[in-house]
């Protein structure tokens, strides 16, 4: 069975986070939607043009625009085998159109980062990302960052939408557009919710197994039809 999984949770629950982290154990790709259009703004492409506003204040790209990115990417050979999607579904149109994109593949594996309100906000006015790799700075128990990034060396900047403003935004958007999506896949039986307060590593590792018990669960009901 391939590993096709969703990462669903409010912004700064971690998800970029965990789903490079498993999708380099996997060895599948991770398929970022913010980061394909923050690299879009980045080289000034016509999509690049086309969200940099959308992008600044927090709101959502239209359906349209992200379903199309999303076909094509997953169309490409390297995801055939597996992937881990970041930032998509956002709205439940998104999530209709992911599941007729992936008619005759592998169920979906749905993966929710569960976090409380006050710990995102706090996250998330707190969080310094690469300005030349985009990773996300680790700061340490004190709440000091490095002074540059771990990964490159480059330069750790805020991210233009981390600002507290467009954070309040950011997360009303979720809770109005994106939260109905967990009411939307729950009833599934590849649904795993995983508690996100935790340290990063013990996030990992539970959404490990919660996808191990997934996958699981996949290959049962598929060898119970043959
Ligand atoms: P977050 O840290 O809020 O999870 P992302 O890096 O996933 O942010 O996305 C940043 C921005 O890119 C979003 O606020 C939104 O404007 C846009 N975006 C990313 N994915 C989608 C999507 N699936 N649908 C609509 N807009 C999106
Ligand atoms: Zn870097």
Redesign the pocket.
């Known amino acids: 069975v391939s590993l096709n999984l969703i990462m669903l949770?409010?912004?700064?629950?971690g998800?970029?986070t965990q789903a490079e982290r498993i999708a380099r154990e996997r060895g599948i790709p991770k398929i970022?939607?913010?980061?394909i259009?923050?690299e879009a703004v980045a080289a000034g492409t016509e999509l690049g043009r086309r969200?940099k506003a959308?992008?600044e204040q927090?709101?959502?790209?239209?359906?349209e625009l992200?379903i199309a990115i999303?076909r094509d990417r997953l169309a490409r050979e390297d995801a055939r085998r597996g992937f881990v999607l970041?930032?998509?579904?956002?709205?439940v149109a998104?999530a209709l159109s992911l599941d007729e994109i992936m008619r005759g593949r592998d169920p979906l594996i749905v993966a929710d980062l569960a976090v409380a309100e006050a710990d995102l906000v706090r996250r998330?006015a707190n969080r310094l990302v690469c300005g030349s790799c985009g990773t996300n700075a680790v700061v340490d128990a004190a709440g000091n960052a490095p002074k540059s990034c771990q990964q490159c060396g480059g330069p750790l900047v805020q991210?233009k939408?981390d600002n507290e403003a467009v954070v309040r935004e950011?997360l009303q958007?979720?809770q109005r557009q994106t939260k109905p999506l967990l009411d939307f896949y729950r009833s599934r039986p590849t649904f795993r919710e995983v508690d996100g307060a935790q340290s990063p590593e013990r996030v990992a590792a539970d959404l490990s197994a919660a996808v191990d018990s997934a996958l699981k669960q996949i290959t049962s009901t598929q060898g119970a039809g043959r």
Request: aromatic fraction near 6%.
């Open positions: 949770g409010a912004p700064g629950a998800k970029g970022s939607t913010g980061d259009l923050r969200v959308t992008m927090g709101q959502l790209v239209s359906d992200m999303v970041d930032g998509f579904p956002r709205t998104q998330l991210r939408d950011r958007v979720y």
